[in-house]
Every structure is written in structure tokens, then in C-alpha cells.
């Protein structure tokens, strides 16, 4: 577990809704969503969480993903220090539209020397923890600047919609036919999405919100499915929820697959029997955006902090069982909000967020 | 931070381990298995999907019970699994695109869509050794100084940490203490296979 607290002193995101927090953040509150049949490649009929603006034919050699950082770079509200900066890129499978088009390469490593070159930054890590990768590459950088490892962190979460990733959750069944609808009692699986998001750290200085704590952890019990009982996420959740404050709300990983959403509930059930907090996933919004996911969601979720308001759940019909999730807009009880991934592998990752 | 064991298993299926010295030569993984079952010091590893992993996953799963068996007491379950450079998943990437195209592109393989990812073999390793700390896997410039000061900074406690490239696959168990740390006295290396060539001459 990742015990300082940082100080958040930048954010950025840019997504199908446009790249102001604002408008990404009204459109939530409205229950908007992204899903539209791409362009660019044959989904077979699926619903993707997709940019207009990057869903074109492009040239062989460039990639959507390249795009994507650019267009979050031109976003950027704050200015990157020079000095000791270090950047932390949480991605997936990265430049992977160049490998559809007979580019063999390492396609993280190559969004991640594009990550260094578009943002300046001469230190980069790519952090990898499948769909738990954003809030590991958070936790990462929080460890670095509390040891000193660098002054300032510059986080970045992002993947694209592509023709890859959708013909392999749609191998593995993942997929769902309609939209996804997380925490719902008739939920059937994900639908994919794409994004990128930035979160500027530092071990002090004048932030809007802070990340308070980061803890990981790996189910190890099964590759691709999560324990359904929750067993070994709920310790991540203690271990990020250890003093006696009041939790505002949960912001789950929530992907509207029956196994994800059950090991959360479980999970959140074990910490809260009786009243578990408002939970609230994304994902009926944007779709997964998989590497993206968990920088997205401490991005939006210090805008829901401020805004002391968590949104109503998109996609939702009936709550599954246990399930604290709300198509109605709720009043937080507190700033302080919990963020959630989980990932292939059994990966588990918890972070405590407070706007100030 | 100490590094507490390792092991290194070469292209040649030769196995040599940190503090217990060579192993010998195999003639392939499922050998190398079969032996290590056999032998006392060796954890007993959940080998279920040794067979189904790709050979990244079947080298790691080695390589992890090996280090930890090295290492000659019961890893803890906090114990965290860590990957680091190499060779990525590349193969693994093209292997599912190409079957996904050849087959029309309308149906892809999932077994071959889950070895995408680069946290996959050392994922499984955690499941063979029941090691429940945190998991994932980073990408550097090729230092092993880098990877030192990445590592160093983590909450206290064992970790294995692992590279695949082409040639070999080696992992060592390290031990974090929480604290700040002075700079590394060792050389700095490109791949972990090197840092373990110059430790093991060292200790000769």
C-alpha cells in the first residue's frame, strides 16, 4: 500500500464527448453515452465507445493511438515542469492499429517513445497491469515521488477502440450485443471504448484534490476470470479505506460482465454488509476504455468530488443484487471517493481521492 | 533492497540458480517440470495451465518456482510478482492477428487473445506459487539501474521481479526495505541475464 498522499495539480482528458472536464462531466450527469458502429474497421454489428474525430482511415505508418495523445496533449490546461518529470504511461496494447496494418512491433513500446516525445518528458516508465493498469501507474508514481524519485509525475492513461481488442473480448465471449449495463440484475457483458486522460502529481504545491491512498493486489486464482467472492479486492479496499473517514461514493470498474461486476459487489459487500456507498462505473458512458480506464475515472472522479455529486448510472434498468448503483444523481456524503480496477490476471487496484 | 535469490534458465534449457548453483541442461520445459517436482526444495507449484500457456508463460512459471526455491523458505503471500522489459509480447500479438485474418476475421481465438498482454506470464506465475502482493509489468530504458530505483521505492516487503527476451528468462527474488537506499554498488546492465551472469561470478 501507497500511504502519502499527492497533490493533483493538473488534469486533462479527451475522450468522444470533447476534451473539457466540464462538458465530459455535464454529459455524465446527463446519462450521455458514446456507443456508435465505427467507421475505420468492421465491428460485426457491435456498439463501440467511439471518437468521431479519430474514427477515419489513416496512413500506414501513423496510429490512432498517436492521434489520441496528441489531441490530449493540445488539451493540457497546465504546463509541464521541466525539471524532473517523470511520466508514467498506462496502456494496454498501445500503437496496436499499426500491427492490424503489418507493422510488427512492440506496440506499447512505441506509443510509450511517442508518450516521451509528444509531452517532452526524458524519463518514462510504461506501467502494464491490464485493465488495472491507469491506477497502478498512479500508485507507481505516488511511490516515486514520496521516495523522491522525482519532483512531479505526469500520468497518462490510453487505448483505442480497435479491430484487435474487439475480435478478442468478442472471442472470449466478453463482448455484449446491445450496451453494456453495469451493476444491472440483466447485465451480459462490455462494450469496448477508447480515451485518454492525464493526471499531473506532486508531493506538494497547491493541488485541487489529492489521491490520498493506492493499494494492489492479485487475486491469483484464476488468468481471465476475478474471485467472485471478492475475497482479496476487499483487502485492497481496507487497506486504502484504513482510517475512519466517511466514504462519498465508489467508483467501480464496473464493465457490465457478469464475473466483473459480482467480485466487486462481493468485494464492497464484505467492507460495507449494511450500507455500502453510492457506486458508479463509467463504463455505461464510454464504454472500457481498458488502459485509460483508471486514470479516467481519478480525473472524473476528483470533478465528482467537487461537484459533491455522483452521476446516475447509464445503462442501468435493475440494480443487480447488492448493488448500491442508482439511475438517479446522488449528493455525496463526503469528498472523499474510492476508485476500483480489476483486471486479467486477478489484478486489483483501490485508490482514495478527495477534491479540495 | 538485497537480492535474495534468482535463477536463469538460457536458450539451451541450461538452468543455473543464484545461491544453489547449475542445475543441469533439460531438453524442454515439461522436463524441466517434471524434475522440479521431484525435487524437496522446490515449492509445490500449481502447474494447471502449464500446459495451455504460451512458452513466455511456461518459462516464467519455471523460473518463478525455481527462484523461489532458490530462495529455500515458503514465499509469503504478500509476495509481489514483477515483469520488466524483454521481449514484450510482440510474438504473442502477431501469433492471434495472423489466426484472427486467416480465419476470415470473423472469429479470433481467446486463448490466444489473453497471451496479448505482458502481465499474463507473471500472472500465472502468481497463481503456480499463490503469491497474492501486487502485479505488473513495466517497460524501461535497459538499465538495471533504472529498474533499481523503480523497485527500491516500493513498500517494504519480497518481490519476484522477471525478464523474457529472446534468449533467456530470469527472475530474481528481491527483498525491499521500505527505506531510502544508497545507489547500486553493481554494474549497470542492459537485461537481468547479465546482472545475474556478473552476480554469479562474483559469489564463484
Redesign the interface.
Known amino acids: 500500500m501507497t500511504e502519502l498522499s499527492v497533490s493533483v495539480l493538473g488534469s486533462a482528458l479527451a475522450t468522444p464527448f470533447g476534451t473539457s472536464i466540464e462538458v465530459n462531466c455535464d454529459a455524465l450527469f446527463r446519462g450521455a453515452d458514446t456507443f456508435r458502429t465505427p467507421q475505420h474497421f468492421d465491428s460485426k454489428g457491435r456498439l463501440l465507445g467511439i471518437d468521431p474525430e479519430l474514427d477515419q482511415p489513416i496512413g500506414r505508418s501513423e496510429s490512432r493511438a498517436v492521434t489520441l495523445l496528441m489531441k490530449l496533449r493540445d488539451a493540457l490546461p497546465f504546463r509541464i515542469p521541466a525539471e524532473d518529470t517523470m511520466l508514467f504511461l498506462s496502456t494496454t496494447v498501445g500503437a496496436i492499429d499499426l500491427l492490424e496494418r503489418g507493422k510488427v512491433c512492440d506496440t506499447a513500446a512505441v506509443l510509450l517513445d511517442e508518450a516521451a516525445r509528444i509531452f517532452g518528458v526524458s524519463r518514462a516508465v510504461l506501467v502494464s497491469a491490464a485493465c488495472a493498469s491507469g491506477q497502478t501507474a498512479v500508485s507507481l508514481a505516488m511511490e516515486q515521488l514520496a521516495g523522491n524519485g522525482c519532483r512531479h509525475a505526469l500520468v497518462i492513461g490510453c487505448d483505442i477502440a480497435s479491430e484487435f481488442v474487439t475480435a478478442g473480448f468478442a472471442a472470449l465471449g466478453a463482448c455484449t450485443d446491445t450496451i453494456c449495463r453495469p451493476y444491472d440484475a440483466g447485465r451480459d457483458g462490455l462494450t469496448l471504448g477508447e480515451a485518454a486522460a492525464a493526471l499531473l502529481l506532486s508531493r506538494s504545491g497547491n493541488g485541487f484534490g489529492r489521491i490520498l491512498r493506492a493499494a494492489e493486489n492479485c487475486d491469483a486464482a484464476h488468468i481471465t476470470a476475478p474471485d467472485l467472492e471478492g475475497k482479496v479486492l476487499s483487502r485492497a479496499i481496507r487497506q486504502t479505506l484504513s482510517d475512519e473517514s466517511v466514504l462519498g461514493g465508489v467508483i467501480g470498474h464496473g464493465t457490465g460482465t457478469v464475473y466483473n461486476d459480482q467480485a466487486e459487489v462481493s468485494a464492497l459487500r464484505r467492507i460495507f454488509p449494511d450500507s455500502p456507498p453510492p457506486l458508479f462505473s463509467l463504463k455505461g458512458n464510454y464504454g472500457h476504455t481498458l488502459g485509460a480506464t483508471g486514470v479516467l475515472q481519478l480525473v472524473l472522479g476528483l470533478e465528482f468530488s467537487r461537484r459533491g455529486e455522483l452521476p446516475g448510472q447509464a445503462g442501468l434498468r435493475t440494480p443487480m443484487p447488492g448493488a448500491s448503483a442508482s439511475g438517479e444523481i446522488r449528493k455525496l456524503k463526503s469528498k472523499r471517493l474510492l476508485s476500483l480496477n480489476v483486471g486479467f490476471g486477478g489484478l486489483n487496484s483501490a485508490v482514495l481521492l478527495e477534491a479540495l | 533492497m538485497k537480492i535474495k535469490a534468482g535463477a536463469l534458465i538460457t536458450e539451451t534449457m541450461e538452468v543455473r540458480l543464484l545461491n544453489r548453483g547449475p542445475l543441469g541442461r533439460f531438453d524442454d520445459p515439461d522436463q524441466l517440470r517434471h524434475a522440479l517436482t521431484n525435487l524437496v526444495p522446490f515449492p509445490t507449484a500449481d502447474w494447471t495451465?502449464f500446459g495451455r500457456g504460451s512458452p513466455p508463460v511456461r518459462f516464467l512459471m519455471l523460473a518463478a518456482v525455481l527462484t523461489a526455491g532458490d530462495y529455500g523458505a515458503p514465499l509469503p503471500e504478500s509476495t509481489g510478482?514483477f515483469g520488466w522489459n524483454g521481449a514484450?509480447?510482440?510474438a504473442e500479438?502477431?501469433r492471434?492477428?495472423q489466426d484472427?485474418v486467416q480465419h476470415g476475421?470473423?472469429?479470433?481465438?481467446?486463448g490466444l487473445?489473453?497471451a496479448?498482454?505482458?502481465?499474463?506470464p507473471?500472472?500465472?506465475a502468481?497463481?503456480a506459487?499463490?503469491?497474492?502482493?501486487?502485479?505488473?509489468?513495466?517497460?524501461?530504458e535497459k538499465s538495471t539501474h533504472e529498474l533499481r530505483?523503480?523497485i527500491?521505492?516500493?513498500?517494504a516487503g519480497l518481490y519476484l521481479v522477471g525478464e523474457v527476451t529472446e534468449n533467456s528468462v530470469c527472475m530474481f527474488l528481491l527483498e525491499i526495505s521500505g527505506r531510502?537506499e544508497e545507489k547500486s554498488a553493481e554494474p549497470d546492465f542492459p537485461t537481468l541475464d547479465r546482472l545475474f551472469v556478473h552476480l554469479e561470478n562474483r559469489n564463484a
Do not use: M, Q
Open positions: 495451465d510478482v514484450g509480447c510482440t500479438n502477431l492471434f492477428w484472427y476475421r470473423e472469429n479470433g481465438r481467446g487473445f489473453v496479448t498482454l505482458p502481465t499474463i507473471f500472472g500465472e502468481a497463481i506459487l499463490g503469491l497474492r502482493g501486487p502485479n505488473a509489468y513495466f517497460r524501461t530505483k523503480l527500491s521505492l516500493r513498500p531510502p
